[in-house]
């Protein structure tokens, strides 16, 4: 017979893939304003999605503190429910990121030569190919995948602080891109910090598995060997 306990982590864990499920999808949304011309509809749904996150993440909360309060998990279930609520924390910022792309896509004039201009669409991929990896690797723990979200980060992360000083470059010497290039700056920037928060959660799944604490600046430690 299931116990309470039994049943309390499995409804977590189905949280947290509905949490990460939500996030993804918001990630998609924020991108697809980003790349075209946004709409009111598309930005109340964007809000709509980060409510159900919010409140997703407040039960995560409240579970979490239940098992604390009233079992005695041993050392794996204990990781699993420290893991769960540092899993959530980043999911719900992934989400306030998302939200904040959006209201900052609206005042880039001319947004779409700029975004062909800088190639802003590869790494916007990118960033949607990593969330989608992360929560793959919570599903099946497949310990390959933290390896190709260290290295996709990295690739975010270079390709973001390049392009960011081709903005930077050209807003010198166009005074009109101004003020769209620093808003297209900070878009970059939460692009770049949505990859960030996907390798926490990484570590965080790598340390529920493996009892082992790993970052990502120590990615060749956990990298299959030729």
Same mark, same amino acid.
Do not use: W
């Given at each position: 017979?299931?116990?309470?306990?039994?049943?309390?982590?499995?409804?977590?864990?189905?949280?947290?893939? $509905?949490?990460?499920?939500?996030?993804?999808?918001?990630?998609?949304?924020?991108?697809?304003?980003?790349?075209?011309?946004?709409?009111?509809?598309?930005?109340?749904?964007?809000?709509?999605?980060?409510? +159900?996150?919010?409140?997703?993440?407040?039960?995560?909360?409240?579970?979490?503190?239940?098992?604390?309060?009233?079992?005695?998990?041993?050392?794996?279930?204990?990781?699993?429910?420290?893991?769960?609520?540092?899993?959530? =924390?980043?999911?719900?910022?992934?989400?306030?990121? %998302?939200?904040?792309?959006?209201? +900052?896509? +609206?005042?880039?004039?001319? $947004? !779409?030569?700029?975004?062909?201009?800088?190639?802003?669409?590869?790494?916007?991929?990118?960033?949607?190919?990593?969330?989608?990896?992360?929560?793959?690797?919570?599903?099946?723990?497949?310990?390959?995948?933290?390896?190709?979200?260290?290295?996709? %980060? $990295?690739?975010?992360?270079?390709?973001?602080?390049?392009?960011?000083?081709?903005?930077?470059?050209?807003?010198?010497?166009?005074?009109?891109?101004?003020?769209?290039?620093?808003?297209?700056?900070?878009?970059?920037? !939460?692009?770049?910090?949505?990859?960030?928060?996907?390798? =926490?959660?990484?570590?965080?799944?790598?340390?529920?598995?493996?009892?082992?604490?790993?970052? !990502?600046?120590?990615?060749?430690?956990?990298?299959?060997?030729?």
């Amino acid at each position: 017979m299931t116990s309470h306990f039994e049943i309390e982590l499995e409804k977590l864990k189905g949280i947290i893939e $509905k949490i990460g499920q939500l996030a993804e999808s918001q990630v998609s949304e924020s991108v697809k304003i980003l790349l075209q011309e946004p709409g009111v509809a598309e930005e109340k749904i964007i809000k709509k999605t980060e409510s +159900k996150i919010d409140k997703l993440d407040v039960k995560i909360d409240e579970i979490c503190q239940s098992i604390f309060a009233l079992q005695q998990p041993v050392a794996s279930d204990l990781r699993f429910i420290m893991s769960a609520m540092q899993i959530s =924390n980043e999911i719900e910022r992934i989400g306030d990121l %998302s939200l904040s792309i959006v209201k +900052k896509a +609206k005042n880039i004039k001319e $947004k !779409h030569d700029l975004i062909v201009k800088f190639s802003v669409g590869d790494i916007t991929k990118q960033v949607e190919l990593i969330t989608a990896k992360t929560n793959n690797y919570f599903l099946t723990r497949q310990e390959s995948t933290i390896g190709e979200i260290f290295v996709l %980060s $990295k690739e975010i992360k270079n390709k973001s602080e390049g392009t960011i000083h081709e903005i930077i470059n050209e807003m010198k010497t166009n005074s009109k891109a101004v003020v769209s290039g620093t808003n297209l700056i900070i878009v970059l920037k !939460h692009l770049e910090r949505i990859s960030e928060h996907c390798t =926490n959660i990484a570590e965080y799944v790598y340390f529920m598995v493996n009892a082992k604490i790993i970052k !990502h600046d120590k990615i060749d430690d956990i990298l299959p060997r030729e």
